[in-house]
Structure formats: structure tokens, C-alpha cells
């Protein structure tokens, strides 16, 4: 299938599903703006496209549970399809680490590739707030002003929303290393609340780094160090899900994603094991509980003993590689379920969303 004729679907199932099915929202634009998570895991349904090859996908549906409304919606849909390899359904629950699941997994900087602290700033290292876990530091921008900007998740640096604008952010996190004025970079610059009706677009927030700080290269170079194949370049600018169908396409069926993070370092997937553009994830959110979020990339770990991305992670940015292409920031974790098959996912949210809403341009 064409990636419009997915997205197509995708739209017209959920609205109808809300609308007729689960009678939720009277409207379209209620489920985005007002509506609140459906009560029962039997009725949550998410539907994005799975990359099958380069300009061919499969719709892909993301259910809670094996039974109910959301998976007889699911064979509503199969049974329209020509073929059955048009679709990809899975059992699948999205969440963000507990502040004690992070705190916990916040190890000795020897054990976390990024948990050092860098001078120049570089992508991939650990970041955090004074009163929380660290997670990574994604990449930079620049603000309307010209200042300097370092992009992570809201829930990194500005602690699922309890945190205050103009807090002090360290590199690296605490307790990579002592939370002393020395490991300062920056204050809290902006985040957008996580919320738990309508649709949220993205978990980001941005520390404003200080005049002294610097960034290594051009800014957002691929570490010299990683052992990855663009190391020592720097990224293009970020690149939406039509851009990337497009890049995709010229690359070829070798095409490959990737990304650096303060736990597991550098880690890729093929990028047949990327859904692009799913709407309607739940995401359970540590002090708010489940939110809904639309046009998110999912990622399937190949290898279990090596994941994409780890607790810790949160805030890398995921890149095609050879393209240099960001499109996504990670922010949650999942496990899916085909059958007795089980593999971990990451989530990302659509890194021009973000750009756009922050007003930040490429550095």
C-alpha cells in the first residue's frame, strides 16, 4: 500500500471508531482535543504504516488487548484487505519509566557509554534536571533569539511537568555525577504540558544553554567515537514522515535508522521494523497516568539482549542513517506480543512537530 492510502485508513477507522463505535466524540477533532483515554484496555486501538519496502506498506494495528472492541475493529479492517500481508496487528503496551525505574537504572558512568561528563557538549551524552533521573541529550538548536538550545523529553528535564522554567540542567544528569555548579549547562527554556485528554503531539522540553558552552563541530556531529557509519558528520534538518518515504525510496531496502543514547550507546534497525505515523498510542506517563498521543515512529528491537533503546535513553534522536535524516525524539518503551513472540519497541514522537511548536531552527 501506498503511504497515503494507510494514513487514509487510518483516519477514517479511528474517527469512526471513536465516533460510532466506542461513541466518545461526537466529532473528529474531539478526540485530539478533549476526548479521554478509553476506560477499558479492550478498546484502545492505534493504527499507523509499517514500512514493508521502500514506498510499500502495511497498516499497522497496535492493540492492549486480544479481545474486546478494539480487536473486532481489527478484523473489521483484515477483512477488507486483498491480502493479509497488508497488515501487522500486535498486543502492545507504551510506557516511560518510573522515577524509581530510572533512578535505579541510573549506573556508574562506566556503565553508561554516556554517562560521562563532555566538554564540548556532543549528542548522546546524559542530561538531567537537579531533581530527577537522567535521560540523553538529543541534539541542538536555535531559538527565535539565536541563543542555543539542547533538546530532550519533558519528562527528562522538566519532570512530567513539575518542573519550573529557568530550573538549572546538568551534564550530566544526576546521579551520573554530583549535581555541582560545575555540571550546570543551562536553564529550563520551554515544554509543552503532558496531558491526559485530547491528543498529545510530543514529550520534548529544551534547556537553554549558557554563552560559555560549546557544542562539538558544526554542532550535532555524530560522535567520532561511536563506531557509527556517519561518525563525525552532522545532521541535515529534520525530516518528516513524507520526506523520509521519499529518502527511503532512494536509498533502497539497505536503508537503515539509528540513534545515540546516553544508555546503549549506538544501536540501529533495518527500516522494515519501523511504523511511521500512529495515531492514538496510549502511553502510560509516571504521576499522570495514560495519555494518548498521535503520530509517533514505533521501532522493533531485533536482537532482545541488544535493544534499540534502553531506560535511559529517553531524549536520543533517531536518524537515517546516510541521509542524516532526524525524524524522531524516543520517549517510551513497549513490549509486543504476536502470538507467543514477544520483542521490545521504542517510541518516538515526529521531531518537525516539535521544531515547528518551539519555533527552533537547524543549527
Not at 69 to 87: F, V
Not at 210 to 238: K, T
Amino acid at each position: 500500500m501506498k503511504l497515503e492510502s494507510v494514513f487514509a485508513l487510518r483516519d477514517e477507522v479511528i474517527d469512526r471508531y471513536y465516533n460510532t463505535v466506542l461513541g466518545l466524540a461526537q466529532e473528529p477533532t474531539v478526540r485530539t482535543t478533549a476526548a479521554d483515554v478509553p476506560r477499558y484496555t479492550g478498546q484502545r486501538l492505534a493504527i499507523g504504516a509499517r514500512y514493508r519496502k521502500p514506498g510499500d506498506y502495511a497498516i499497522a494495528i497496535r492493540l492492549e488487548n486480544a479481545s474486546g472492541r478494539g480487536m473486532s475493529q481489527a478484523k473489521q479492517i483484515l477483512s477488507t484487505l486483498p491480502n493479509q500481508n497488508e497488515a501487522d496487528v500486535a498486543i502492545v503496551k507504551a510506557y516511560i519509566p518510573s522515577r524509581l525505574q530510572l533512578t535505579a537504572a541510573a549506573t556508574k558512568p562506566a556503565d553508561a557509554p554516556g554517562g560521562s561528563r563532555n566538554r564540548p557538549l556532543e549528542i548522546g551524552i546524559s542530561i538531567g534536571h537537579g531533581e530527577g533521573p537522567p535521560g540523553t541529550l538529543g541534539m541542538f538548536a536555535r531559538q527565535e533569539d539565536g541563543a542555543t538550545v539542547a533538546l530532550t523529553n519533558n519528562h527528562v528535564i522538566a519532570l512530567a511537568n513539575a518542573a519550573r522554567i529557568a530550573d538549572e540542567i546538568y551534564q550530566p544528569g544526576i546521579p551520573d555525577q554530583p549535581g555541582d555548579a560545575a555540571n550546570v549547562i543551562g536553564v529550563l527554556g520551554n515544554y509543552r504540558k503532558l496531558r491526559r485528554s485530547g491528543s498529545n503531539e510530543f514529550d520534548a522540553a529544551y534547556c537553554v544553554l549558557g554563552e560559555e558552552q560549546e557544542v562539538a563541530g558544526q554542532g550535532n556531529e555524530i560522535p567520532r567515537s561511536s563506531g557509527a557509519a556517519d561518525n563525525g558528520l552532522s545532521f541535515h534538518a529534520p525530516a518528516s514522515v513524507d520526506d523520509l518515504d521519499k529518502l527511503v525510496q532512494e536509498i533502497g531496502e539497505t536503508a537503515t535508522v539509528a540513534k545515540h543514547g546516553r544508555k546503549t550507546a549506538y544501536t540501529t534497525a533495518s527500516i522494515t521494523k519501523v511504523v511511521i505515523g500512529i495515531n492514538d498510542v496510549i502511553v502510560g506517563v509516571p504521576s499522570l497516568g495514560n495519555c494518548r498521543f498521535d503520530n509517533l515512529i514505533e521501532i522493533e528491537t531485533v536482537d532482545q539482549a541488544h535493544p534499540f533503546s534502553d531506560v535511559g535513553d529517553s531524549g536520543s534522536i533517531c536518524y537515517l542513517e546516510g541521509a542524516r535524516a532526524p525524524f524522531g525524539l524516543i520517549f517510551a518503551a513497549g513490549m509486543t506480543e504476536r502470538g507467543s513472540e514477544k520483542t521490545f519497541v521504542s517510541y518516538a514522537c515526529a521531531l518537525p512537530e516539535i521544531f515547528k511548536a518551539y519555533k527552533l531552527s537547524q543549527l
